[in-house]
């Protein structure tokens, strides 16, 4: 199984920046792709980036292209989302994901232990 645990939301002024961080434990970290999802109040919870186990590979929601960028660190067992010109519309709770596939990070279909897991979200609030 992988246990995972996000950090480094808070609140941030329109056009500032935040860094999450997903730190995972249990299963090796780097058998796993990884995702960032977020969920604004009321809204079904939208894919925002993907990186492939060994970090060569990142996908981007068009919402987010050119501001967000999702690195991992395997000696760390961490996932990364750098999260510049912020806008108010980007506020939501912002949770981690893993899977041992690709595919199904960035569809948002992720398995059930031992093959798939969702972290407990970290909230982001962008003010105008």
């Known amino acids: 199984q992988v246990q995972l645990v996000e950090s480094g939301g808070g609140l941030v002024q329109a056009g500032g920046s935040l860094r999450l961080s997903c730190a995972a434990s249990?299963?090796?970290?780097?058998?796993?792709?990884m995702g960032w999802f977020r969920q604004a109040p009321g809204k079904e919870r939208d894919f925002v980036a993907a990186i492939s186990w060994s970090g060569e590979s990142t996908y981007y929601a068009d919402s987010v292209k050119g501001r967000f960028t999702i690195s991992r660190d395997n000696a760390k067992n961490t996932v990364y989302l750098q999260m510049n010109s912020l806008k108010p519309e980007d506020s939501a709770v912002y949770y981690c994901?893993?899977?041992?596939?690709?595919?199904?990070?960035?569809?948002?279909?992720?398995?059930?232990?031992?093959?798939?897991?969702w972290g407990h979200g970290t909230q982001v609030t962008v003010s105008s």
């Open positions: 249990g299963r090796t970290f780097s058998e796993y792709a």
């Open positions: 994901a893993a899977d041992l596939t690709l595919d199904a990070v960035i569809a948002g279909s992720i398995s059930s232990q031992p093959f798939g897991s």
